[in-house]
């Protein structure tokens, strides 16, 4: 037995409980050596294991109305997906015959195969049916960690496009079921994190040498809800910001000499934005964030330390 001190309705109260069992259970994460800049495990860890697996190449398009198939947001250069011939705006339908009805079903199906699988893809392309066929690409080799419940956390970046969407999934689903759990439990159990986002703007200096570069940065894009964070950061920031209106979206970073180092392109994009820019390879100093739709422009400083 335990005692126990609460506050409920903002009146202290005590009592004793006597503390249950909890089965452990295993799990594990996938990541990749190259693409890993940061880790931090606490508690125990069993095994690490070297696997291979297959790799298609996609990014969903989040959807307000999910429709049959998974819609392609973006495509990875190289991958599998861009050589079978996939494009963002495609829809794939089925996967050797059998239909996906999500990209959780899609991810799932990817992953029970191997590299180098023969693979047909039913697709459809504004309104038109496609018929693909290509072989599965291999994601680099990585190491997989098993552990057990009495590991307490860790922290990793560097997740590949399929199994990142599916983890964020995951965690979304554990965000309702802990709200759920709190509305059970009746207590003000509260949970606070505060992240700073310091918004950093370009010199007048800064914007004259990217328009010696050729970018146009002169009609100002108006974004709901920009963030870029943790600015400075070790290489990594989390970009987010909403487009109210549809259209062909450019994301560029340009190092302090003008030059390119980071691009996507995403044709008739809507809606949310939300990635990790990836910097870690580049030198320590600032860089410029230039985000472009329609011939307008939003820019910003990063800052690697």
Do not use: C
């Not at 059998?98 to 893809?121: N, T, W, Y």
Request: aromatic fraction near 6%; charged fraction near 35%; glycine fraction near 12%.
């Amino acid at each position: 037995m335990v005692k126990v001190e609460w506050m409920r309705g903002g009146k202290g109260m005590k009592g004793k409980i006597a503390l249950g069992e909890r089965k452990g259970s295993a799990f594990a994460f996938s990541f990749d050596p190259d693409d890993m800049k940061e880790m931090e495990i606490l508690g125990e860890t069993d095994t690490w294991q070297k696997e291979s697996s297959a790799f298609l190449g996609i990014t969903p398009k989040d959807e307000e109305d999910q429709g049959r198939g998974v819609l392609i947001q973006s495509v990875e250069g190289g991958s599998a997906a861009e050589q079978m011939g996939l494009q963002a705006g495609d829809r794939i339908l089925s996967i050797n015959g059998d239909a996906m009805e999500d990209f959780d079903a899609l991810a799932e199906r990817i992953r029970s195969m191997k590299p180098g699988d023969e693979v047909r893809i039913g697709a459809s392309r504004e309104g038109e049916s496609m018929a693909l066929n290509g072989k599965l690409g291999e994601r680099r080799r990585h190491f997989r960690w098993n552990g057990t419940d009495g590991t307490h956390g860790f922290r990793m970046e560097g997740f590949d496009p399929e199994s990142r969407d599916a983890f964020r999934r995951e965690m979304d689903q554990l965000r309702r079921e802990m709200d759920q759990l709190r509305r059970d439990m009746g207590t003000d159990l509260r949970r606070e994190v505060r992240i700073h986002v310091q918004a950093r703007n370009l010199s007048d200096d800064e914007k004259a040498l990217l328009r010696k570069k050729g970018v146009e940065i002169d009609n100002e894009l108006k974004l709901d809800d920009l963030r870029a964070f943790p600015n400075p950061s070790n290489g990594f920031f989390r970009l987010q910001f909403e487009l109210p209106d549809r259209g062909d979206l450019a994301v560029d970073v340009h190092d302090t000499k003008g030059e390119r180092v980071y691009q996507e392109r995403i044709v008739g994009f809507k809606g949310r934005y939300e990635r990790t820019l990836d910097l870690s390879d580049q030198a320590s100093g600032s860089y410029f964030l230039v985000i472009t739709q329609g011939g307008r422009t939003a820019t910003s400083k990063l800052v690697k330390e």
